[in-house]
Antibody, heavy 120, light 107 residues
Framework: EVQLVESGGGLVKPGGSLRLSCAAS????????MTWVRQAPGKGLEWVSS????????YSADSVKGRFSISRDNAKNLLHLQMNSLRAEDTAVYYC?????????????WGQGTPVTVSS | DIQMTQSPSSLSASVGDRVTITCRAS??????LAWYQQKPEKAPKSLIY???TLQSGVPSRFSGSGSGTDFTLTISSLQPEDFATYYC?????????FGPGTKVDVK
């Protein structure tokens, strides 16, 4: 069974940093692309960043470029999102998601999400 | 950048109704479009990829069609568990921006 469990969310002040992690199990982690999607309170889904199975390709939304960095540790089955220079508008539930293959960006499975609140 | 629109933004329907949601891309994305369902306070669920291929386990009352810039999600006979918000997303054209969503609620 595919499982994606996010952690690392919480309350952080504007300008601060946070590192989200996603522990994956139930599949060969390195064989799938991974994605972070977020959802601000009462708003729709916003794609944040995606990474290929071998980390050869990384894409990020303009809204987080230069501030957020996606990475993965295939030996430990972990996906990370390093978030720096956080703003109030980054407040959201952050979902970890698995792609359909190493090179496909279609999201097949979703984690349950971890909330991030940026507030002073 | 590619822009996605959905219509309507919301609709009210009854159990048993046929429901159609439209998604439009600002540029040709071939068939590389996915549909997702999200219920309140829950993680999204993947429904359709390749514009028309049902994700494993998704009931056959859901169907998708379209190619290029215009796509449709149809629920042939709405069930109580289908009241939710539906999002489309292109997944082969950067940025992978979701549509704004269509909320389906009870009439």
């Amino acid at each position: 069974e595919v499982q994606l469990v996010e952690s690392g969310g919480g309350l952080v002040k504007p300008g601060g940093s946070l590192r989200l992690s996603c522990a994956a199990s139930g599949f060969t982690f390195s064989s799938y692309s991974m994605t972070w999607v977020r959802q601000a309170p009462g708003k729709g889904l916003e794609w944040v960043s995606s990474i290929r199975g071998d980390s050869s390709y990384i894409y990020s939304a303009d809204s987080v470029k230069g501030r957020f960095s996606i990475s993965r540790d295939n030996a430990k089955n972990l996906l990370h999102l390093q978030m720096n220079s956080l703003r109030a508008e980054d407040t959201a539930v952050y979902y970890c998601a698995r792609g359909w293959s190493s090179i496909s960006w279609y999201i097949e499975y979703w984690g349950q999400g971890t909330p991030v609140t940026v507030s002073s | 950048d590619i822009q996605m629109t959905q219509s309507p933004s919301s609709l009210s329907a009854s159990v048993g109704d046929r429901v159609t949601i439209t998604c439009r891309a600002s540029q040709d994305i071939d068939i590389w479009l996915a549909w997702y369902q999200q219920k309140p306070e829950k993680a999204p669920k993947s429904l359709i990829y390749g514009a028309s291929t049902l994700q494993s386990g998704v009931p056959s009352r859901f169907s998708g069609s379209g190619s290029g810039t215009d796509f449709t999600l149809t629920i042939s006979s709405l069930q109580p568990e289908d009241f939710a918000t539906y999002y489309c997303q292109p997944y082969n054209t950067y940025p992978f921006t979701f549509g704004p969503g269509t909320k389906v609620d009870v009439k």
